[in-house]
T-cell receptor
């Protein structure tokens, strides 16, 4: 079983739509969680951290469910510029490396 | 600050050649990483370092070597290049807080390597 699993997509949505991605993790020692964004042929960049109480950054909302071991990312009012691959990332306690999911591709069309 | 700088950005190698991908960061981060990303695939960790003089293997270290003689530099050496090493290579760095990884990795722009 992979440590971090994501639906690879692509998710095709029209501008203005709301879209949500889920990610599941298998290691119960996972202690911190992040969403990264990777544009085509570019490097990944941190989008937002995911806090236990959930957090919001503009149109983006991240949620954590420790009991079910999943995190989610909700994007409201999608823009063309949101088209990218969204990587779910987990920091496992005691590890010196982050564990990356393979990413979910989002395509926003006019 | 330049952040994480990788060179070269593009390179074509012949089978059996060797080369070094350079990576330097000016943020005084103690953690540094090398990943490879094949087309349409996720990141795979090659090697990482938690400080000068310390390196460890990731999930795909075969065919590569690294060194970390300074905090700033973390070069990746490819010995005897093979077509399977055709990929995009990303270097990244991170800081730690009280010895724990904080979670934000700063990536270089990538080095696109083709082995023919």
């Amino acid at each position: 079983r992979k440590e971090v699993e994501q639906d690879p997509g692509p998710f095709n949505v029209p501008e203005g739509a709301t879209v949500a991605f889920n990610c599941t993790y298998s290691n119960s020692a996972s202690q911190s969680f992040f969403w990264y964004r990777q544009d085509c042929r570019k490097e990944p960049k941190l989008l937002m951290s995911v806090y236990s109480s959930g957090n919001e950054d503009g149109r983006f909302t991240a949620q954590l469910n420790r009991a079910s071991q999943y995190i989610s990312l909700l994007i409201r009012d999608s823009k063309l510029s949101d088209s990218a691959t969204y990587l779910c990332v987990v920091n496992i306690q005691g590890y010196s490396t982050l564990t990356f999911g393979k990413g979910t591709m989002l395509l926003v069309s006019p | 600050n330049a952040g994480v700088t990788q060179t070269p950005k593009f390179r074509i190698l012949k089978i059996g050649q060797s080369m070094t991908l350079q990576c330097t960061q000016d943020m005084n981060h103690n953690y540094m990483y090398w990943y490879r990303q094949d087309p349409g695939m996720g990141l795979k960790l090659i090697y990482y370092s938690v400080g000068a003089g310390i390196t460890d293997k990731g999930e795909v270290p075969n065919g590569y070597n690294v060194s970390r003689s300074t905090t700033e530099d973390f070069p990746l050496r490819l010995e005897l290049a093979a077509p399977s090493q055709t990929s995009v290579y990303f270097c990244a760095s991170s800081y730690s807080s009280e010895g724990a990884l904080t979670g934000e990795l700063f990536f270089g722009e990538g080095s696109r390597l083709t082995v023919l």
